[in-house]
């Protein structure tokens, strides 16, 4: 299994960013998909999840209403749309893949993980 994330950079407060996973090797039709951060110096935290119908999604009140998430069954990938940045959401941006079909907010419901992408922003 491989989960390639892609599209971090830096960015100025108040702008947005695309992120991109594209997976391969897991049965991504049927897996929940998700989005987590590791900022220096602390703890991964969940960002966002969504299910393997692309039709039921959750988020951190963090990035609520600023952050969405979304998937191409077609393309094998999962998409975090992020505007409205905050310097708070500099952070290694991990993609996540679930043996489940339905989100999840735990880490440890999830069995593949990518390496991330780095984003940062700048005040």
């Known amino acids: 299994v491989q989960l390639q994330a892609s599209g971090g950079g830096l960015v100025q407060a108040g702008g947005s960013l695309r992120l991109s996973c594209a997976a391969s090797?897991?049965?991504?039709?049927?897996?929940?998909m998700g989005w987590f951060r590791r900022a220096p110096g602390k703890e991964r935290e969940f960002v966002a999840s969504i299910n393997w119908r692309g039709d039921d999604t959750v988020y951190a009140d963090s990035v609520k209403g600023r952050f969405t998430i979304s998937r191409d069954s077609a393309k094998n990938t999962v998409y975090l749309q992020m505007s409205s940045l905050k310097p708070e959401d500099t952070a290694v941006y991990l993609c996540?893949?679930?043996?489940?079909?339905?989100?999840?907010?735990?880490?440890?419901?999830?069995?593949?993980w990518g390496q991330g992408t780095q984003v940062t922003v700048s005040s």
């Open positions: 090797g897991l049965p991504f039709n049927r897996s929940a």
């Open positions: 996540a893949g679930s043996r489940r079909l339905i989100t999840s907010k735990y880490a440890g419901q999830y069995g593949y």
